[in-house]
């Protein structure tokens, strides 16, 4: 990624100025946004299915996995920095593509994988992990704990985030409790370090470590959502490029040594057959970390992973009305708090509906199907939006990047079922309806005034 570059026109305003929303994001707040919202649940059950792919070479798909999403994360921190408002991957396509049904299909995709992802969590959040302290039916609890999230979703931006920094410390001292107690265990003679450079038997390395990576990949995905609260950033141009990167990097460079960590506690088939790998780790490590301990700090993830995904989906919404892709009383905001009261409610609704289904996993892996179509438009949109200039200092990455960038999200697409497939086709049908009556409805309206 190249330093900053200036530009000179006169479409874009100065990204400092405020804005309907509060800008009350600094920098260090955004980057713990960012690390918050990669550093998700999954992390704890990732390891026992990398290791049916790479066996005890956990570290490097996960790596493999940091350098691909650095590629679409380099296209982020240009427009990002370049039109610093909210709507992100959708007013970015706007811009680029000058056709509203594109822009519309794209915020469509974002706004089905964030609010789908929050319900998911939501049951998540009522499943076992609760059950563990108290044993209350699963789907009121979710739709509890949704309503909950809404309200300091409402309350404002600096309360969201820095709840966030709270949750996000906890996340963090649950997977270095894991990196340290196996420091131990290796101290105290045990645990085997040779373990961590064996792929499976009969295993390619190259295509195992590809194969390991696309799984990887999903651990990442989070960091596209910091786009949608770019007008709540202080001075957007010169933060937000560090706290993505610097998030990002901390992220993997932390996954990497739980894989290490992993492998040298348990062999490969242990893990693979755990459904709590991590918890496995430390408990073969010895250092008496109590079990509950990480039961709760596994609340903590999917807590934070469900407010972060609700930010984003209801700023998303709230951009996308701001320019007329949808209908404009989802743009209101509280005169006070200066939150978009009408986003936060419609998408908790929607995720409040959606944790009724029950069986999400699905709809799941067509969340990550979805953010990719989202990825390819957004390093498409990057090199059409070169010709546009504006007066503004902002990050420029190299050309390469957004490029392989898209040659990075094809090859994740080529791993995806047809039956998922099938479902994400679906959703986007259903969502070209639904704008195709809106437009209707905008055309009838114009015709009686």
């Given at each position: 990624m ?37 550093l ?69 995709s ?45 309350r ?19 997977l ?40 990887a ?25 560090t ?162 960038g ?27 309806v ?16």
């Amino acid at each position: 990624m190249t330093s900053a570059a200036k530009a000179h026109d006169s479409d874009t305003s100065d990204p400092a100025a405020e804005g309907k929303l509060k800008r009350k994001i600094t920098g260090p707040l955004l980057f713990l946004f960012i690390l918050g919202d990669v550093l998700g649940a999954g992390i704890y059950a990732l390891m026992g299915v990398l290791a049916g792919d790479v066996g005890g070479v956990l570290w490097a798909p996960l790596l493999a996995a940091l350098f691909l999403a650095l590629l679409t994360a380099g296209s982020y921190a240009e427009l990002v920095t370049k039109y610093p408002r909210a709507g992100g991957a959708a007013v970015f396509a706007e811009r680029a593509f000058k056709r509203p049904v594109v822009s519309f299909l794209v915020g469509f995709s974002m706004l089905a994988a964030g609010v789908t992802s929050a319900a998911g969590l939501a049951l998540a959040f009522a499943g076992d992990y609760l059950t563990t302290f108290i044993d209350v039916p699963a789907v009121p609890a979710a739709i509890v704990f949704l309503g909950l999230v809404a309200c300091l979703n409402a309350r404002g931006i600096s309360e969201s985030v820095k709840s966030n920094v709270v949750m996000t410390v906890i996340e963090l001292t649950g997977l270095l409790i894991v990196v340290i107690a196996v420091a131990v265990m290796v101290g105290g003679g045990r645990g085997d370090v040779g373990r961590v450079v064996e792929f499976p038997e009969g295993a390619t390395p190259a295509l195992a470590i590809l194969s390991g990576a696309i799984v990887a990949y999903y651990s990442f995905v989070g960091f596209e959502t910091s786009a949608n609260v770019a007008e709540e950033i202080r001075n957007p141009s010169k933060v937000y490029p560090t706290a993505l990167f610097g998030a990002l990097i901390t992220a993997g460079v932390l996954y990497a040594l739980v894989g290490l960590a992993s492998a040298i506690a348990l062999p490969a088939g242990d893990l693979t057959e755990s459904s709590g790998p991590l918890l496995d780790v430390v408990s073969a490590a010895g250092v008496g970390v109590p079990d509950w301990l990480f039961s709760a700090i596994a609340l903590v993830a999917v807590a934070n992973g469900a407010l972060l995904t609700m930010i984003m989906a209801s700023r998303l919404t709230y951009g996308m009305a701001e320019h007329n892709l949808l209908p404009a009383v989802l743009g209101r905001v509280l005169p006070q708090r200066r939150t978009p009261w009408a986003a936060i409610l419609a998408t908790t609704v929607v995720a409040m509906l959606l944790s009724l289904v029950g069986d999400l996993s699905t709809l799941a892996e067509t969340v990550v199907l979805l953010l990719l179509f989202v990825f390819i438009s957004t390093n498409i949109a990057v090199l059409v939006l070169r010709r546009d200039h504006v007066e503004h200092p902002h990050f420029r990455v190299w050309t390469a990047v957004p490029v392989l960038g898209v040659a990075s999200c094809v090859l994740l697409l080529t791993q995806q079922t047809a039956k998922v497939w099938l479902f994400a086709a679906i959703l986007l049908a259903v969502g070209a309806v639904l704008y195709l009556a809106a437009r209707a409805a905008t055309r009838r309206q114009a015709t009686a005034d």
